[in-house]
């Protein structure tokens, strides 16, 4: 029973990291419109920044938070300035810009590639103060890393919850998700939104490196690792539903390591696209997406 | 006017042709006239989860080529020179089927290498079988590979049923010098084929020596998450821990099973990700006392492997692991079969590498004597050794333990482990 209980705390905080890196696939989806198939690179980017940052400095990871997430924030909003605007800009009259999404695919290539040649392919792990700390509840035993994790990604969805509810920023972001010809209508630059929402997504790809570099690894391809995870978490949740991100990323971590206990770990894999193709047949929407008309 | 134009046209472009046609004959003659290339086609991970042991591979093959290159080329070819062209296998299947296609039919490649993957070389080295092409195996342990009868497949590492053999005869000749008496294996391995292998392998000599298996883990290499699988472990709780892994998930299996405190009285790992250079760079302390299954060590008592292991060293910033070395040593496997063929002739060169006797020269540096192929294209000899990871004077160091001729002198392996 308490192996459960173990199981079940691990694929909670895991699940809520597991989240916490498609958070900005979320938002960005939902306020674009586009799949960005360059998240996972973007994650990447974040760890390395963090995996330097932290090597050369011994900052502790998270107040290396103060330094990766701008940075990370500057690095989105200008390369959907300078990359992605000018494709949308020609595909303006297109419901759905399609083109838009091969260029995130091609982004994704450049900077796995970028990586693969200035950092080469092998992996690399920064030894940090947390690294290997656990603690005991009982029997219990639960990974410091992965507990802050945790933590980061409940502060990070609140407070994107309450930026996008709350400020004058934010509801011209979701005005502009709700649609974007009336929100240029009513005098929102739309493309200013856009960068700073593909900002916004990036920097929380950056909080998610920072929180993954002291437990696990950083090498030019780890995007992909997690890249999967991101789409199956964000259409479980809901396209464009931060909480959804949340909780399905955690319902995918449970799942994960509860029935690893059961049987071989390479079924659970299969488990996992099992139910992600069940959701889609009883619930497109996901479980918390917004009626939309999309 | 426009006449005399035209005529000037003319007679510039037939001049221009003319030269053109000059010059290609020129250098063409010039090019005959110079050494002969062999083209070696190399299909090895540059890319995705093996890249790092890929890119070593790499390394460790321009090292060999350009010593052999330096020396003098191939000296019954005119001094023809070795020239390395390399393609990212990306550890896919179908990718190492094109890329072979490809180097055949493209690049005209006169010999292949790779591809470390044995779910790549599988297929790979039926293509090159299929055009007659020489492939030269450095390191891709799966049995079968030289079990099919294949007329132009050479493999220089050993098989992967000698490995599980000699892990588990280590395990029979620790349990004896210790006197300390094993019951239980826990095998946790990745689910490719080269861990479902080895798992195969264990299970029947389990059975054979009376071992109980109580947990049989196939894990998926690119999992984000390990700790299910360390659980399990911890669950199981068996008195040896046998391990198959690749670069990233054996630095995380690791990782997490000293977090979870994760105890056994061995645990043995099968070389590949745990033989990484980068394993105990990135794992350190973490790693102490593993037993590591590997087909070289840089303590290896052969002349020349010390400085050889040095060069690498200054070059690329590691040591050789036993891959790279059965890499090195296949450099040289070519360059004496080409030598013998003197003929670029595929079947020629074939019987060449089928009568390979190869003891002397740098490829030396191997743990065993000489290289010769049986009739399925298996290096007979190829050897296996026991290291253990051990913290020395505050350095994490690979020693070697088994088999006992080929222990470093003055030290005495720790069997079981402290516990954590």
């Known amino acids: 029973m308490d192996l459960i209980l173990q199981a079940t705390v691990n694929g909670i905080l895991m699940g809520s990291i597991y989240g916490l890196t498609a958070l900005g696939l979320t938002l960005i989806f939902g306020v674009i419109k586009v799949i960005n198939f360059a998240h996972g690179s973007l994650l990447m980017v974040g760890m390395y920044t963090a995996y330097w940052l932290i090597l050369l400095t011994g900052i502790n990871p998270y107040l290396a938070l103060i330094i990766v997430v701008p940075l990370l924030f500057f690095f989105g909003y200008y390369m959907q300035e300078i990359v992605i605007k000018p494709v949308f800009k020609a595909e303006r009259d297109v419901r759905e810009p399609i083109t838009v999404i091969i260029v995130t695919t091609g982004v994704w290539y450049v900077l796995d590639n970028l990586s693969l040649i200035l950092f080469g392919a092998e992996y690399r792990v920064v030894k940090t103060g947390l690294s290997g700390k656990t603690f005991l509840l009982g029997e219990l035993i639960v990974s410091a890393p992965k507990f802050y994790g945790f933590v980061a990604t409940i502060v990070t969805a609140v407070l994107l919850y309450l930026f996008l509810k709350k400020t004058r920023m934010g509801k011209a972001i979701i005005a502009t998700s709700f649609d974007r010809d009336a929100a240029s209508l009513m005098g ?33 391809t780890v995007g992909v690792i997690f890249d999967i995870r991101c789409f199956i978490i964000v259409v ?48 497109p929407s996901g479980l918390f997406g917004a009626r939309q008309d999309w | 006017m426009g006449k005399r134009k035209i005529w000037q046209d003319v007679s510039i472009s037939i001049f221009a042709f003319l030269l053109v046609c000059s010059l290609v004959f020129f250098t063409g003659t010039l090019a005959q006239a110079g050494p002969k290339v062999v083209k070696i086609g190399n299909i090895i991970p540059l890319s995705g989860p093996s890249a790092s042991v890929g890119v070593q591979g790499k390394n460790v093959r321009e090292m060999a080529v350009e010593e052999i290159n330096n020396a003098g080329g191939i000296k019954s070819l005119g001094g023809a020179k070795l020239k390395m062209i390399y393609v990212d296998s990306k550890s896919d299947p179908t990718v190492g089927v094109t890329a072979a296609e490809r180097l055949i039919n493209t690049n005209k490649v006169h010999i292949l290498t790779g591809c470390w993957n044995s779910a790549v070389t599988y297929p790979t080295t039926q293509v090159a079988e299929r055009y007659g092409i020489p492939f030269i195996v450095p390191v891709s342990v799966r049995d079968t590979i030289t079990e099919r009868g294949f007329k132009y497949t050479f493999r220089v590492a050993a098989k992967d049923s000698w ?15 210790f006197n300390v008496k094993v019951k239980t294996l826990a095998l946790v391995y990745e689910n490719g084929d080269w861990g479902t292998g080895f798992a195969a392998g264990w299970k029947k000599l389990a059975k054979k020596y009376g071992y109980q298996v109580v947990l049989d883990e196939p894990y998926p290499s690119t999992a984000s998450d390990l700790a299910p699988v360390v659980m399990k472990m ?116 074939r019987d060449a590498f089928a009568a390979t006797k190869l003891d002397s020269g740098p490829a030396m540096i191997i743990s065993y004597d000489s290289i010769e192929f049986d009739k399925d294209g298996q290096n007979k000899n190829a050897g296996i050794v026991i290291v253990q990871i051990r913290e020395l004077n505050g350095k994490m160091d690979r020693i070697s333990v088994w088999p006992k001729g080929a222990r470093r002198a003055g030290y005495t392996p720790v069997f079981p482990m402290p516990a954590r």
């Open chain 1, 188 to 220: 929102i630059n739309q493309y200013r939104i856009y960068n700073i929402a593909f900002g916004i997504g990036t920097a929380t790809a950056g909080v998610a490196g920072c929180v993954l570099i002291p437990f696990y690894y950083v090498f030019p």
């Open chain 1, 236 to 283: 479980l949740g809901g396209l464009g539903s931060i909480h959804g991100a949340v909780l399905g990323g955690i319902i995918i971590g449970v799942i994960e390591s509860v029935f690893a206990q059961f049987m071989a770990s390479t079924w659970t894999e299969g488990i996992i696209y099992a139910i992600f193709i069940l959701i889609l047949f009883i619930k």
């Open chain 2, 163 to 177: 490995w599980t053999r000699d892990q588990i005869l280590f395990l029979r000749d620790m349990e004896k010098e």
């Open chain 2, 234 to 349: 911890k669950k199981a709780n068996a008195d040896v821990i046998m391990l198959v892994s690749n670069a990233a998930d054996a630095i995380l299996l690791t990782n997490t099973m000293v977090e979870f405190k994760v105890n056994a009285k061995a645990i043995i790992a099968s070389g590949g990700g745990h033989a990484d250079p980068k394993f105990l760079e990135n794992c350190k302390k973490n790693a102490d006392y593993i037993f590591d299954e590997v087909e070289w060590e840089t303590d290896v008592g052969k002349p020349g492997a010390k400085e050889t292991n040095e060069k690498f060293n200054k070059r690329y910033g590691y040591n050789l692991t036993g891959e790279s070395v059965d890499a090195y040593a296949s450099m040289y496997v070519i360059a004496d079969a080409l030598e013998r063929a003197g003929s670029l002739d595929p079947k020629k060169l």
